[in-house]
């Protein structure tokens, strides 16, 4: 029996629990469903609705973009939203062009002298015309290259590893190594004649004094290898090097009368090779092994001035450079001859470390672009090192600008001893606004508090999306103000940086939740309307919140519906 009465009560129990459970979720979904019908109602009496696109031309946001005059130039932007109904495209015949994925992608680039390989998406109009040009090329070139293709859209990792920003991209793979990014006519012709131009002999021989004075005369930089044998297992290294360049030309002589005139002493031990270059740097001689790792790392870091200019012309060699991290000098003008001594004795002891640019600050092309970019300001001569355009990170010398302060710094760099410099405007005296105004240097106490729930757009005044979405945000803030444990914010990223918030395009809109700010942020992708963005932070908010409404008026009372009646705030909700 009392058996009985327990298994009784433990139903009972049960029973009360899930009717609770039940009623309190009803009151949660009533509650939403007012509140949503509220703001639907609110936002009806304006029929406002903003485009929810990126835009697709961003600020000074990669400073490589002044090489490609800051737009995107590898074809179609991957982000847009809307497809038109695909047509029906010819069959084309790509018997010779190889499908590459993750598992088959290393064997095939490792496999192949000179490969070619296009990242494409199977909606992408550009790559649907360049498919029948693509199969010609590859049937063309067999034994010359191999041509393969990558569905970007399946192989994600891929796409992500080489930085593909839009379709097609073509790379050229040499022994296995990317190297140059097609970017000639997409025809059968223009890609067979630029493949057979990459594959053709790398290395020449010079076998007279008259050839070689030719040589020295009409180039402006030239490796010359004095060997024993112009055939034979060092001759091979050095054009299997010599195949990893593209803007400089490579020889061989075993001619010691040869030899001397690219000042190679005719007494010395074979092999042996030097670089020669009709800048201030004239000689670098190579004193490694003589195999084709060692020589190519040899002459990536020796065939650029030790300084290099920043002008559109030459934003390749720092852009296309293997070494990656740069020690920039901005100074105007007239302080240049001051200090781009100093800056070139420091590079010569950090050679394939560095990449070492001069930033003409007072430049009315690119130093205010690029100087902005870094945030720096004013006219004073300053030095940095950047990262390069993984993670943008910057770390600005504090000091007089001496060889050793240069030193130490790029030293303290290599050794992981400094500390970021990120941009940041001042921060605003008064905060009080139904958006917050984030800056880098208040991020930290705003956007990271961990008490709060946290909105954040990044913005950036010129962009015509982030304006059309500015009255919606600013209506959102405005209905949100009241509560204590949310934060409606936006940050200028065009002026302000901070690691935690990354930037896609134009406008970014991120959530922090809080108690969780370890935590990468949640990227908002919903509609760009107050009902959508409402529904969002109701749904992910870590602390639950309700609407504060101002009280209702005879003509604003909201009464229930049954469920075939359709509101005008059921249109305003759809539209918006």
């Known amino acids: 029996m009392a058996s009985s009465t327990s298994i009784s009560l433990l139903f009972l129990l049960s029973f009360l629990l899930l009717a609770t459970s039940r009623a309190e979720n009803a009151s949660n979904g009533s509650d939403l469903d007012e509140e949503l019908a509220f703001i639907a109602a609110e936002e009806s009496k304006e029929q406002s609705h903003v485009n929810s696109h990126h835009d697709q031309y961003r600020d000074f946001e990669n400073y490589e973009d002044l090489e490609q005059g800051g737009e995107f130039h590898h074809g179609e932007h991957e982000g847009g939203e809307y497809r038109e109904e695909e047509p029906q495209l010819p069959i084309v015949d790509e018997k010779d062009v190889a499908v590459l994925t993750k598992d088959n992608f290393t064997e095939f680039v490792g496999n192949n002298s000179f490969a070619m390989v296009e990242f494409y998406a199977p909606w992408c109009g550009a790559c649907q015309a360049l498919a029948p040009e693509y199969a010609a090329a590859a049937t063309e070139l067999k034994g010359v290259a191999a041509l393969a293709k990558i569905d970007a859209t399946e192989e994600g990792d891929l796409a992500q590893k080489y930085e593909i920003q839009g379709f097609p991209t073509v790379f050229l793979f040499v022994d296995g190594e990317m190297r140059k990014t097609y970017e000639g006519e997409r025809t059968k012709d223009g890609i067979v004649t630029w493949m057979k131009k990459k594959a053709s002999p790398s290395i020449h021989n010079i076998t007279t004094v008259e050839e070689a004075e030719r040589v020295l005369s009409a180039e402006p930089k030239v490796v010359l290898a004095f060997l024993d044998s112009l055939v034979g297992s060092e001759s091979a290294e050095l054009a299997a090097a010599s195949r990893l360049e593209d803007d400089l030309s490579f020889y061989q002589t075993t001619s010691p009368d040869i030899a001397k005139l690219f000042e190679i002493e005719t007494e010395v031990k074979r092999p042996a090779l030097v670089l020669l270059k009709k800048e201030e740097e004239k000689l670098a001689r190579f004193d490694g092994n003589f195999t084709k790792a060692a020589l190519s790392e040899f002459v990536s870091a020796n065939k650029v001035p030790l300084v290099i200019n920043f002008t559109r012309e030459g934003a390749s060699l720092i852009f296309e450079n293997s070494v990656k991290n740069q020690l920039i000098l901005f100074a105007t003008a007239n302080e240049s001859e001051k200090h781009l001594p100093t800056l070139r004795e420091v590079a010569k002891s950090f050679k394939g470390k560095f990449v070492f640019v001069y930033v003409q600050m007072d430049n009315e092309d690119y130093g205010e672009a690029v100087s902005g970019f870094f945030g720096v300001t004013g006219t004073a001569p300053k030095v940095l090192v950047y990262t390069g355009n993984e993670d943008t990170r ?19 760099f290599l050794a992981d001893k400094l500390k970021p410099f990120y941009k940041s405007d001042p921060v605003p005296e008064s905060n009080d606004g139904d958006v917050k105004i984030i800056v880098g240097n208040n991020f930290d106490e705003i956007v990271l508090d961990e008490s709060k729930d946290v909105l954040l757009e990044i913005y950036a005044p010129w962009c015509g999306y982030c304006q059309s979405f500015e009255p919606i945000y600013n209506k959102l803030g405005k209905y949100l103000k009241g509560i204590d444990s949310l ?34 942020p949640i990227t908002v992708d919903v509609d760009r309307t107050v009902v959508e963005l409402y529904k969002f932070l109701k749904k992910h908010a870590s602390v639950p919140f309700k609407l504060a409404k101002p009280s209702a008026t005879p003509e604003q009372v909201i009464t229930p519906k049954k469920a075939d009646e359709k509101t005008e705030s059921d249109g305003a909700k759809d539209e918006l």
């Open 394 to 412: 910057k770390f600005i010398l504090d000091g007089e600008l001496t060889v050793n302060n240069i030193k130490t710094l790029a030293e303290d």
């Open 487 to 520: 934060v409606v914010a936006k940050m200028d990223g065009t002026t302000n940086e901070h690691p935690r918030a990354k930037a896609d395009g134009f406008p970014t809109i991120l959530f922090f939740p809080g108690g969780n700010k370890s935590f990468d």
